[in-house]
């Protein structure tokens, strides 16, 4: 798909700003390495928002490389009912999305604001 946002903003159906969700981590998608991750970045045009989220035991790790390789992240129970690998403890939304607010902390990276957001997405202000 990564191929097919390049050749649709060569023939002008997209129009940047682009934003890409790259899921990784199930059968019916990429495996959740960085190896893999690191090539879908590559094959995404340039310029491309990106953001990265792993299904089930995979989420954490996802997120982390995503925030690591300066990309941003999907989180949340859609992806991932266990806050944990083992599936011991259960996730909510809060708890997953302070999860990765602390990653961010630690790489250095501060939260993006509703109104950053909007703007780099190109979307209206609310």
Known sequence: MAYLAAEL?????LEPPLYANLILGSVN???????????LVDALPPG????AGGL???????NALAIFMGGHV???LEDNP????????PATNPGLVE?????AAIAGRPLATAAA??????LASA
């Not at 089930?56 to 996802?62: A, I, N, S, T």
């Open 9 to 13: 903003l060569d023939r002008s159906v």
């Open 29 to 39: 998608t990429a495996p959740a390495t960085a190896r893999s991750l690191a090539h």
């Open 48 to 51: 491309t928002t990106w953001a």
């Open 56 to 62: 089930g035991p995979f989420q954490l790790p996802m």
């Open 74 to 76: 999907r989180t949340g």
């Open 82 to 89: 266990s806050f944990d690998a083992e599936r011991a403890r």
């Open 99 to 103: 999860r990765v607010a602390e990653l």
């Open 117 to 122: 957001v909007r703007e780099r997405l190109g």
